[in-house]
Each structure stands twice: as C-alpha cells, then as structure tokens.
C-alpha cells in the first residue's frame, strides 16, 4: 500500500522561475496582499467548519431522536414491533453510509485522524483531502452516528476540517480562475499545510466546542514546523468555530431545529460536580489511570489485530464484502442493544429529591435518566437501559451525571462494559466514517464509574460524586489508546468545563499514558504504520547517536542527471527507479564535477510531457538570454493535492523528440541542504524533521570554509 | 552592552569524549534515568515556584494591608500624619527593594522579560539566572509591590520561575556533589533551556492562576525548539504549580496568612458578569481594540525613550542616583494616589441593592467597592479613592466588578488613566524589579470601562455590564503594549474564569496587536533591542529572499585553527579577536585541505589553562592509542550559567609550555551544519532558527553527493 503515500515537499524550490517571480514583484503589497488573503482563509475555515458540524449534529440528532421516539411509542403496545422498527431504521441508516463510503468515497473510511496527523507529518496519502472525500465523511457519518453503532462523529470531524481547508485553499484556483497571483499562494505544500492545520484544530474546535483544546491538537501533532503567526491564525478560526456552533445552538434552542438541542455536541457539564477531592482518593483514581492505560492499550492491539485480518481477508473481496459486513455489525449493535437491556430487571426509583430536578422515572420523549424500560412498574427504571439504549451522547452525560448515586448497580455497569468494548472493537474497521473519542470515552465512563462506587462504598463520604469517576476514567481510557496528553487534558477540561479538575485529569493522563506506552503506540500510530504511513517521530531514536549519515542513506549507487540531458534518457532513467527526487551535476570550466542542484521526478514529468522546453543543442543555454521563463510559471510545476500528478505511461514522445535535449539548470533547486558524510544521524533526523524536507543531500566533507554565519549576521534591518 | 550577551549553543558537540561516553553507556537503564531526572526535575520546578509565589503574594499582600489599615486608622484622627505614615512607609518598602536590587543583584531590576525571552530565544545575558538574582527578584518585588509603586508582580514571577529551573538543574552539580552522571544530564545549554521553558511556564502559571496559559506563553516564546514531549512536561510543571497555590490559597482561606487571602493572586472572577452580547456591541468594543493599540503603542514609545534617556544620563552615574530616582518615584506615587482623592467630591451612595452583596460605604478595613474616603457624610463614597487608594490587585477586582453600574463618575476615570499612565511611565526603568502586567491592566480598565459608561448610557439595554468593558479593556492594553496573542488570550479567559468572552477578547486583541504593530514593536521585543539582546524573530524578513548565504557572513577573512597548533599561536589568535567558534582545517594524505570541524573558544580556554593536552611533538597524535579520553570528561567543557567563564587574561603560559603544541581534534565538534555558499538566506535563516545554531559554515558548492537521506533512511525500527 506504500505506493498510495507519498511524501511532502515543503522546501522552497528557488528554481529560476521562482525568482525570477520574486524579484517581480511589489514588495510591500504583495505582503499585505497575502496576509489579508491567509487570514481571510482561516475566517471561512472557521465559518464551514462550525457549519459542518452543526449541520452533523443536527442530521444526526434528529434521526436518532426520530428513531428512539418512535421505537418508544411502538413499545406502549408491542416491543416485538418495537425492536423490528428500531433494528430496521438502524440498518438503513448504516446501509446508506457505507454504501455511500464504499461506492463513492473509499478514503472516507475510518477516522481520518492518522491519514491527517501523517499529512501534518509531512505525507501525503492519496484521496483524503478530496471533495468526494468531504461529502462521503460528511453524510457517511451522519448514517453511522445515526445508526447507532459504536463509533463517534469526532474523529470524522477533524477530517472534515481538514478536507474543507485544503479544498478552500485549492478550491480558489481550479473553480473559480480567479487570477494567477492567487494560484501562486497556495499552490505549495508549505501553505496547504498551514491551511490543514487549521482545517484540523477548526475540527476538533467543532466536535468538542473547544477552541484552546483545537490549537493544541494541532500542536502536539506539528510541533516540527510550527510558528507563532500560525498559532495565532490557527486560535483565529477555532474561535470562528466556537462563535458559529455557539450562535447556531442559539439559534436551535427555540425548537426550530427539531431534535437538536437536548444532545448533540457534547458539552457534558459537571460544573455541579465535586469541587474538591482528599489526598485519600488519588488513591482509586491512580488505579483509574492504571485500568486505562491496560485497557487502552489492549484495545489497541486487538483493533490492530482486527484490522489487519479485515484487510487480508474481507476487504480484498470487494465492495459488497464490506457493505454486507457493515450491516452485520448494525444487526449485532441493535440486537445487543436492545435486547440486553430486556433481560435485566428494572429497579425501584429512588426517593424523589426536588433539589438535584431529577425525575425517576423519566418523562416520556425527554433525555435524561432513569428510563422506564420494560419495566413491570411505573415507579421503577431499567439502568442498562439508560445507558445502552440511548444515543451515546445522552449516555455520557447520564454516565457524568452528579446527584445520581447509585443509579447503576455493578452489574449493569460491568455488563455494559464488556458489551460495549467488545462492539467498539469490532466495528472499529468497518467501512464508515468513525471515530474513536465517544466509544473511548463510553468505555472509560463507564468502568470510571464502577471505581466511584466502590469509592462511595468505601470511604464513606458525601461529597464524592460518581460522575468525576466516570469522567477520570472516559480521560484514562482516552490517554491509555491515543496517548495524546496537553490537548486531550484541555479538551476533557473544556468540555466538562471545570478547570478545577484539570490537575485530577493530568494525574490520571499520566498513568495512563506511561502504562499504555509500555505496550504499544498510540492507536493513531499504529494504524498509521498498517496503512504504510511513514511518520517521523519528534524524537530520533537512541541508536542514531552511534550512527553517521552515510551509513543510513544506503549502499545502492546515486541516480543523478546532467545538466543537459538527452530527453530518451531522461525517460530512461525515471523509469528505471522510482526516485522521486536526483541530483543534478555539472562541470566546471577546468572540468571538476559540481553539484548544481536538484531536480524532482515530477518537474522533469511536467517539462516531458509539455516539451517546450526541449533544445537541438546539447549546450547550456543560457537563462538570461532566452524567453526561457515566460514559458513556465511556477503554478504549472505545483503539485495536485491528494492525486498522483503525471504518469510516466502518459508521455509519448515522437522520434524527433528523441534526439532532443533538455537543459534542466532553471528548473532545478539549485540550493537542497546538505550535510557532510560523517554527520550523525540524531543531527541529520534533526535537520529532516524540523525543517520538514523530502531529500537531503549527503556530501564529502568541505574542503574550505568560506565563511561563518552566526546570529549577527542574520539580524538585518528592514 | 553587547559584551553582556552571549549566543547559545543547542547543538550537541559531538567530539570524542561525547561519543566515548555514548558507546560505554548502557542504553536502556541510561534513558529511563534521564526520563525520571526530567520528571522529577519538572516536578521540583512547579513546587518552588509555587511556594515563590505564594511566599511573595503572602508578604505583599500583608505589608500592603498593614499600611492601608493603619492609614484607615490614623485618618480617622488626622489626614496629615495619615499622609505622612502612607508615604514613609512606601518609602521605606520601595527604598529596601532598590537598596536589594543595586547593592546585591543588579540583574533582578525590570521585568526580567525580555531577558528570559532572550535566553529562549538563543542569547544569554550575564547574570540573569543567578542565585543573587533570585533572591532581588522575590525580595525586591515584595518591596516594590508593597510600596505602592505602578507596576506588578507577575512578570518578575516569570522570571523567579526560569531562575528557580536554572538554579535546580545547576544546583544538582555545584551544591550537592552528585554523581558524575547527574552532572552531564544538565551541563549543556540544551538542557538548561528544557528547564528554563518549564520555569517560565511555571511563573506564567503561577502569577496567573493559568497553567494552560502558563504553556501556551512559554511556546509563544519558544515556538521553534518545541516537541511534543516538552510540552508534557512544561503542562505538568504548570498544574503543579496551580496545585501547590491553591493549596495554599486553601490553606490561607482561614485566616492564618494576615491580610492575604481576599487578594493577592490575580483572579477576577467575572462569571456574574455579562452573558451574552449583541452585534451592536462589536462597535464599542473594536474601538477599544484601536484605543488599546493606540495607548499601548505609546506607552512602548515612551517607555523607550524613557529608558533610553535614563541610561544615558542617570544610571551611569552610579547606584546612588538610581535609589535617590526610586525614592523620588515612591514619593510622587504616594503623593498623587494619597492627594489626589482628597480633592475629588464624594458621592451619595446609591440604593442598597440586596442581591448584589455590596455594601455602600464599605465596612471598615475590608476589601470592596465604594470607599469611604474625606467624605463629609457617612453614607457616600469616593470613586478616585475607590481605585486610586487601593492595592492594584483590588482596584482592578474594583473596575471590573459586576452590578456597580454607575459607581465611577467618567471625570474620576479619566483623571485616573491620566495619572496611572504617567506614572507607570515614569515608573518604567526604575531599579527595581517590575511587571507590566498589571499596571496595564489598570489602564486597560479604565477605559474600557470609560467605554462602557458610554455603551450603557447609550444603548440603554439593562445586560450591559460595564465590567465586561473593563475586561476588554484590558486585554486590549495588554494586546497593543505585549503583542503577545494566544497566551495572552488564555491568560484573560483563565484569570476571569470565563470561558464565554473568549471571542470578544480575541476580536479585540486581533485589532489592538494589528494597530500597535503599525507603529511599533513589542515592550519585550523593545526593550531587549535596547540592552542589546539580538532576538531571531520567527519569520525571515523579506529581503533575504533575494540574498546568498556568502552575501551575509561578512568580507573579512576566516579564522581558522590546523589541526595541530602550536599553543602560543592559539594565545595571539584568539587574542586577535572575538570571535567564538573557529574551523579547523586539516590535509589529507594528498595534501588537499580538509574541514575536520569546528572548535569553541571556550573549549580552547578550558584546554589552554588545563594544559594536561599540551604535546611536544607537532604531529597528530592518534586517539584511540592513547588515553586522551580519560584527561577530560564532558563535564569539565560544559559552559557555566551566566557567567563569562576563563577569560584569556587569567591563563598564564610559561616559556615552556609557549613551546608546546596541541592537538585539536579531540575537542571539535565534528560535523558543524554547512551550507552551500549561494544557498538563499530564507532558508539559512530557517535552519539558523530552527536548529537553535551558534556557528553555520558557508561552504563550497559539493563537487559529489555520496548518497541521498529520504524519510524512508531515517525510519529505524528498534
Ligand atoms: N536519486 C537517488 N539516487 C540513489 N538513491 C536514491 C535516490 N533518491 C532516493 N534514493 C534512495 O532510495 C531509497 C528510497 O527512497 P525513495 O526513492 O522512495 O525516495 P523518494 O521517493 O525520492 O522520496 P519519498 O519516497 O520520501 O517521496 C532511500 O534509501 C534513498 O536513500
Ligand atoms: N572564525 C571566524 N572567522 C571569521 N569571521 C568570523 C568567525 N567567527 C565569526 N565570524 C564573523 O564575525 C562576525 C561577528 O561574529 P562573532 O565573532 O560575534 O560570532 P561569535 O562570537 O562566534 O558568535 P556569537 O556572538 O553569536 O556568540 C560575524 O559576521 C561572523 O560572520
Ligand atoms: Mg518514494
Ligand atoms: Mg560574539
């Protein structure tokens, strides 16, 4: 599947063209000119993402809220009925999303979030930031969500964001032709991947109503290239976000968007919730981030397992494989769902207590807890009801809930959990949009919640409430599968919107994290790894400090050109390898060998098939003499996002061209870094990931210095 | 000045006594120890601060409260000796805090911004992280807060906090007599810059209240040496911190701490302040953006010219002249804050208002609105001293207060901002160390709540709250005068707990940062160009598009070292100049010249008055026969913390040794980053920046490439 990836390119190629632009243009506003246009990019990224979202959440809010009332008014007569109707609204729902994924938009599969977090990394996998890609994530998890598998609409999100940024950025110049100083903007992979960067925190801005938790998802996973005028833009559009969901919630909570409004984003506020903990409990809450870091990483080697099994077996045969197989899982979700809770008996409410506004049960057609299911009495509630049949988000925040002491008995709690793990890990995989952050956080709620009850058992004390466990376990859950850590804490904080638990999260994130990470990687990683993603960690590893850049860059011999080169040959040697990227080299007057450059395999595709840059003579011309600029601009040589550009099976030459040359000194970098062979590798890994490169030259060692550059010499004035 | 500063070096110098310490390292048990040390060192980090913190906050908050308590009490009787007892006493607190600051550190004078941006930016000032300057600091800033001057505590806290990270991570080697590993985990400048980052969080965090801010100022900072990992780290340093304050604060809340408690650490909760807001508002509050950036503007003009004028005529003249300055500067602030509410006319109190729990006049010797002040009736109140005769602390909690529409009349607020801005100007400069966070918070205020007077009166809606402009206010101040963003927007939201004015913040500090940047640049960014602490801003200016990297490194021609140096040649050229870090050339067996690497003068210092590698005969010796490596260890090369190190007059050479030679190769870093010498100065510059380099050499261009690193060479498993 490597041949589906392929790496960024985020140097600048000052090839002639390049400054021949440069030197062009008016300075002054041309600056301003591209500043007001990136800042303007990052409002209407801001504005579609915040309008994806909600535009999700009201999709799938009303259908699920649709489903579950009528499912709740058929069974006032008959739960046979009842369940056929459930079973049958959730089967359409995931049938349309993974018919949608499979036959219109295969790359929308999953979550997105390792496809995005190696485009940040510096590689490009094929599709994932395409239109088709957008409407197929899109609508694909408005069924999945919908459909009430065990999968979330978060993770989607992120790729959503992504997908509208990068299509913003492109979406400018192959649409609408505005004018060609435009195109140039953002035709680089440098300025894409400004834009997606902003795509995925305007994302997680929009799934988690957390601006600050976006910026800093965007930063744990860019960290190589960040700046603080890309963080400040990137704050820019999460607040967007923040003010577009804000206002259309607003705006819905009149009633006029249906269902929408009583669930939805998830906002679980716990602000009623515990205000302060004794040194005693950090006790259970350790043991917390222990069973999260377990479990977490459990769940990510048996997705791991499950995944590569699915790739091998099921998903080789075919689309109707995974339509067939998609079903299945819903069959299975709806089955477990609703008929687990009819073999449990329903318990007796508690005493009714007007302070907390809690009903038991709970009225007909509202969220909340204690649901009355199957029950033999009015006064009395089935908990696994109220957790396992209800949309995920209402089961979180009935999970969270404060004042609700034992709601649930263990039984449930426990029956639930294995359940609901064991669905979670095999719908993982499944060709639908989904996200991991709900499942996780359902998972890690709800044996969260199992502790606090021995917690409360235990200690004996009033002022522990359940639903901070639920909460500390939903954040160790998360820490132990994706291992993320600044920005899932502020995320767990912003959504739960109580800063005073922060340092609690970050105790449990920590357990969790360290425990998991002696297992395995983050479920991220490693479905990255199996989908021959390349990530570069931020971190060399320790056997590079022994090792020299000449030893990693491999015994095979350099593939480099001439400067001027016959074009049959040009064609022969691309296609003899599949380099991406050759060296270029001259000679100099007294006939020393010089290296003057480099060239990429997809420039040289381009002057190929365009030929206008073909000469009879095999000498140099010279740049300054000739049009030889006027014939490209920088725009022709950008690369396509998300698609493979030029073939080589696409270039036929005649046999006049044959006898052509091409002189590739203006279309070369003609300054690539380099490092000398004896460098070590930890500084050569250094060099490649801060500076985010695709090749990097390694030469013999300098004969001369011709000069030092230290600080002062770079600190010009305007 | 610029012989105070010197350059950092992040790079590892690879030379053979590092390596042979790599190779004997066992790796596993080697990196496991570093990670603890790391953590625990974190941890040891966030806990001092913490203590710093509240230590400082507890005794000004106490001297301030004695002060103002026993002025209440004496003016009663008398408003002559009430004056004369105020202003002794700021006399004599701002007296100890210069006499502190000038005797014993001049290093802890100012904010210490600038410099701690400085050193995270790559430049070390002499002095800044001693121990003598951790004690002016908390000394001297307990004396200039209590006395009553305008200026704050915060950003001498940021600077508490990296000294506190210096200090540890050296104190671990000079105090304690570790072992010779822990020595080498902390000797570079690498690693003291983790720790100097995780300090300066701290201090953002613990001056704040605001971990998540605390993180998010350190990478504004910082932005291009990050890694994911540090940002962990730094967040857990940051919690603890907001763990160890708030025990305290808890602690406090008893009444064991004097007069802290109602005060001291700055939080303004306005969560009882304005919910939502209407689009007519954004008008009034854009032109808070403008005045904001306007103010702020000059305020960093003036404060320039300010400093610069007393640096030129004053502070040469020696210590005296800066206590005498101080002294005067206490005066005219006592003065003013103490006589200029005498002349203001009190007010008649307006209804009592029940729910809002404010009473008019206020109780005696209590904090909170409406002070009674040369008021000729009891039941009236004067606004100039409700927030003039104040701690600042109150009078900001004062003029962002909720409910008290009304309570300032718009002469006593502008009168204010007249007055505060001047003395916050004139207060600038002085020697002692001082924030500018809270003065311009105060100014900040002031108008914005000016603006909001007008809003109220204007738009006549009753859900105007004219604290809410307070808040704006300020954020716009602090906006046009730091230029900070992202952490600055934190911080607000953090200090007022208030996670809903997020976007009117940010609208209104996108405007002040765009109109200040029009005119000038940053306080920090100012003020360290005036102390000549040369920054790398995070973007390359425009112009070195079209510069070489051989254009940029200067005409003059380099000076280099051979590989065997014949030690009075070492003395004279190092004497002939300034320069820090030399090339060494050496010749291959055909007698080409080679570069074989580059040395330090510090590291030719070191070896200079060792002299146990001093040879007799001038010919290489070979490495791995001798027991070369066993003379040195790293540690002894290792850079002490602000301070010069050997200076070249203190290594005396008899006429033996002068006949001695040395062998270079050792002690060079082997493989210093190169570039080719017509390489563009946008990219030497990103690498510069990137990497955190000292030294670059500007090289021929390669005449081969040996091999090429892709990102598929550096994907090492384990
Ligand atoms: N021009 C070349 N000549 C010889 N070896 C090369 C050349 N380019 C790359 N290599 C080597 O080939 C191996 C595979 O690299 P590959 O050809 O996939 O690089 P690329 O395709 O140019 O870059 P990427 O795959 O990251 O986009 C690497 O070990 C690299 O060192
Ligand atoms: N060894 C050298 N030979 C010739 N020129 C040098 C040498 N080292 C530095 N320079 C030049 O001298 C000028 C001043 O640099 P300076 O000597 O201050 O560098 P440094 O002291 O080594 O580094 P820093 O001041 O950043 O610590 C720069 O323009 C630089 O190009
Ligand atoms: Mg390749
Ligand atoms: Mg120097």
Redesign the pocket.
């Known amino acids: 599947d490597g041949s589906a990836v392929e790496s960024l390119d985020y140097e600048v190629i000052e090839n002639f063209a390049y400054r021949e632009e440069q030197a062009h243009r008016r300075r002054k506003l041309y600056v301003s000119y591209l500043l007001v246009v990136k800042w303007f990019f990052a409002l209407l990224i801001g504005i579609f993402t915040g309008f994806a979202a909600v535009f999700i959440n009201i999709s799938v809010e009303n259908f699920a809220g649709w489903k579950y009332s009528l499912t709740f008014n058929i069974i006032q007569k008959s739960y046979v009925a009842g369940f056929f109707v459930y079973v049958s609204i959730n089967l359409v729902l995931v049938y349309t999303s993974v018919y949608i994924v499979t036959q219109f938009s295969p790359a929308a599969a999953g979550s997105g979030i390792p496809e995005i977090k190696g485009y940040l990394n510096g590689v490009d996998t094929h599709g994932i930031l395409l239109f088709r890609t957008l409407i197929g994530k899109v609508f694909g998890s408005i069924g999945s969500v919908g459909g009430g598998l065990a999968l979330g609409k978060e993770g989607p999100l992120v790729h959503t964001g992504a997908c509208i940024a990068s299509l913003l950025g492109q979406g400018g110049s192959t649409k609408y032709h505005l004018n060609s100083r435009w195109f140039n903007v953002f035709k680089s992979d440098r300025d894409r991947r400004d834009l997606v960067t902003c795509g995925c925190a305007a994302g997680v801005a929009a799934a988690f109503r957390a601006p600050v938790g976006g910026v800093l998802f965007a930063l744990e996973e860019v960290t190589s290239w960040w700046r603080s005028q890309l963080m400040w833009r990137v704050f820019f559009t999460s607040a967007i976000v923040a003010v577009v969901v804000r206002t259309a919630m607003g705006w819905c909570k009149s009633g006029k968007c249906g269902h929408f409004g009583s669930g939805g984003f998830i906002i679980w506020d716990v602000s009623d919730g515990q205000e302060d903990y004794s040194f005693a409990e950090l006790f259970p809450m350790a043991i917390i981030g222990v069973i999260g870091g377990l479990l977490g990483a459990l769940f990510n080697q048996l997705t791991l397992y499950i995944t590569t099994w699915r790739r091998n077996h099921l998903h080789k045969k075919g689309n109707r494989v995974k339509i067939i197989e998609a079903c299945l899982v819903s069959l299975l979700t709806s089955v477990i769902s609703f008929g687990l809770p009819l073999l449990r008996k329903c318990s007796p409410c508690p005493e009714p207590d007007p302070t907390s506004g809690i009903e038991c049960p709970r009225p007909p057609g509202m969220y909340g807890n204690y649901v009355n299911f199957y029950c033999s009495k009015d006064n009395e509630y089935n908990d696994l009801a109220t957790i396992f049949f209800n949309t995920q988000d209402d089961a979180i925040r009935n999970l969270f809930s404060a004042k609700t002491i034992n709601e649930y008995s263990s039984q449930s709690l426990l029956t639930f959990l294995v359940m609901f793990y064991g669905l979670a890990v095999v719908t993982f995989g499944t060709a639908v949009p989904a996200g991991q952050f709900v499942p996780g956080i359902m998972i890690g709620s709800t044996y969260g919640r199992l502790v606090g009850m021995f917690v409360v058992k235990y200690y004996r004390k009033l002022n522990i409430e359940e639903g901070t466990y639920a909460l500390l376990g939903a954040a160790s859950f998360l820490g132990g599968s994706m291992r993320m850590t600044v920005s899932l804490c502020v995320i767990m904080v912003e959504i739960t919107n109580n800063l005073k638990l922060l340092p609690l999260i970050m105790l449990v994130l920590l357990i969790s994290k360290a425990v998991g990470d002696a297992f395995n990687d983050g479920i991220y990683e490693e479905q990255a790894r199996l989908r021959g993603i390349p990530l570069l960690e931020s971190k060399p590893k320790y056997e590079m400090r022994n090792m020299i850049a000449k030893e990693a860059c491999g015994s095979g011999r350099v593939v480099s050109f001439p400067r001027v080169v016959k074009v049959p040959d040009v064609f022969s040697i691309l296609q003899s390898n599949t380099h991406n990227g050759f060296p270029v080299i001259d000679h100099t007057r007294s006939g020393d060998p010089l290296v003057i450059g480099l060239v990429l395999r997809s420039h040289l595709l381009v002057i190929l098939q365009s030929k206008v840059d073909f000469q009879h003579s095999p000498l140099p011309s010279d740049p300054r003499s000739g049009g030889r600029s006027i014939r490209h601009d920088s725009g022709e040589f950008a690369k396509p996002v998300s698609s493979k550009g030029i073939c080589l099976d696409d270039i036929h030459l005649t046999s006049e061209d044959l006898e052509m040359y091409i002189d590739l000194a203006p279309f070369l970098n003609p300054s690539p870094y380099i490092v000398p062979e004896d460098m070590s590798l930890t500084k050569v890994y250094n060099l490649f990931r801060q500076l985010g490169l695709r090749h990097l030259f390694v030469v013999p060692r300098p004969s001369r ?1 011709l ?7 770079l600190l010009i004035e305007d």
Chains 1, 2 share one sequence.
Do not use: C, P, W
């Not at 000069?707 to 010499?713: E, F």
């Open positions: 210095v000069g030092l550059i230290t600080r002062k010499d």
